[in-house]
């Protein structure tokens, strides 16, 4: 929710913000009160900015020095970066033309300015043009940096070993090597209760069909806010090594007897309150202190683009793939393709490999 300076919710943000999934809800929701803090502060109506207006908001983004971390004196000062002055901006759009379309007193010319006739000239896989290429023209954001597009993060083999390797907790150790086997979202693990550890060789004594040790994956309202994205629910297998880690975790849960009535899987085992279950923010600390011991960036997200990209490689076809990670478009599987070190060597030795054929066939 968004609520103005005598703490009363602001209307049409929290209309906007409603129905949507918890994380985007929690993502978007400080966007919108910056964009209405901003227009407070400089006395422009949210309702009806002009461009120019819109344009300072903008650079303002980029130009204001955030909280330095540190009260000390001399801490260094610390700015937005332009991609986030892009998702923010990007929000705001959103923000004003939902306002627009639901009569909620944002004109229809604020929303025209915020956008600008576009040509794709380079459609994504799967992209339908229409018979006229009339779906090529398309309306892009006016209020936007150019930046470089990040890459996607992802890790290792070795450095999932690593990350494992540097664990202290059999929790933890679990944790690690459930997203990297499973490629589940750190909401998705989040979620999981007791239930859904089907670890055993013949699951029917539980009530599922599904052969051999695996996890169901299920939207649920939790009392630590995880969430699963996926609407629909999927079961993934896991190997032997994962029911291993998942057996040494419940060891090491039992000792803790605040631990031991909760149904949720991840639960506070080393600080208070123990055995109430892990939330995001602690999980997060979790993963900044394993990456300082292992020496390189680890995040939980970035075990998910590793799942996934060894699937690739393995040759596991895209549409299991695609149901493994619970995406609902066959595009969203186009992001994962790291290509390897060894995938780009072999792809300039078959080229080169080729070219000498040639010379050998026509005698050069």
């Given at each position: 929710m968004v609520v103005d300076e005598?703490?009363?919710?602001?209307?049409?943000?929290?209309?906007?913000?409603?129905?949507?999934?918890f994380n985007t809800g929690r993502t978007y929701a400080p966007r919108v009160a910056l964009y209405l803090s901003w227009c407070k502060e400089f006395g422009v109506e949210w309702t009806e900015p002009s461009l120019a207006q819109l344009m300072a908001f903008q650079r303002w983004l980029v130009e204001e020095p955030l909280a330095p971390r540190s009260r000390r004196p001399g801490a260094e000062r610390r700015y937005r970066e332009k991609g986030t002055a892009n998702q923010i901006t990007g929000t705001m759009t959103d923000f004003l033309r939902w306002c627009s379309l639901a009569g909620l007193g944002v004109p229809a010319t604020v929303v025209t300015m915020l956008v600008e006739p576009r040509f794709l000239r380079f459609a994504p896989a799967g992209f339908?043009?229409?018979?006229?290429?009339?779906?090529?023209?398309?309306e892009g954001r006016r209020l936007k940096f150019r930046v470089a597009v990040p890459g996607y993060e992802w890790l290792t083999d070795e450095e999932v070993h690593q990350l494992l390797a540097v664990t202290t907790h059999a929790r933890d150790r679990f944790l690690v090597g459930l997203l990297a086997v499973t490629g589940m979202r750190i909401g998705e693990a989040l979620g999981l209760r007791r239930e859904d550890m089907h670890f055993l060789p013949d699951s029917r004594l539980l009530g599922c069909q599904v052969k051999g040790?695996?996890?169901?994956?299920?939207?649920?309202?939790?009392?630590?806010?995880?969430?699963?994205?996926?609407?629909?629910?999927?079961?993934?297998?896991?190997?032997?090594?994962?029911?291993?880690?998942y057996t040494d975790y419940r060891y090491e849960r039992e000792t803790v007897a605040q631990a031991e009535a909760g149904d949720m899987v991840f639960v506070n085992l080393f600080r208070a309150p123990l055995g109430r279950p892990m939330r995001y923010d602690n999980t997060y600390e979790l993963f900044k202190r394993l990456a300082t011991r292992a020496g390189f960036r680890a995040r939980p997200h970035m075990l998910r683009h590793s799942a996934i990209t060894r699937w690739r490689r393995k040759g596991v076809?895209?549409?299991?793939?695609?149901?493994?990670?619970?995406?609902q478009s066959p595009a969203s599987?186009?992001?994962?393709?790291?290509?390897?070190?060894?995938?780009?060597?072999?792809?300039?030795?078959?080229?080169?490999?080729?070219?000498?054929?040639?010379?050998?066939?026509?005698?050069?």
């Open positions: 005598s703490f009363e919710l602001h209307a049409q943000a929290c209309s906007f913000l409603a129905g949507r999934e339908d043009p229409g018979e006229d290429g009339q779906n090529l023209h398309i040790p695996h996890v169901h994956v299920r939207r649920r309202v939790n009392s630590n806010n995880a969430f699963a994205k996926s609407v629909q629910p999927r079961w993934i297998p896991v190997d032997e090594d994962t029911v291993g880690l076809p895209r549409d299991v793939r695609q149901n493994l990670a619970g995406h599987q186009d992001r994962y393709s790291h290509a390897s070190d060894q995938e780009k060597r072999d792809a300039i030795e078959l080229v080169a490999a080729r070219r000498r054929q040639g010379r050998v066939e026509h005698g050069g």
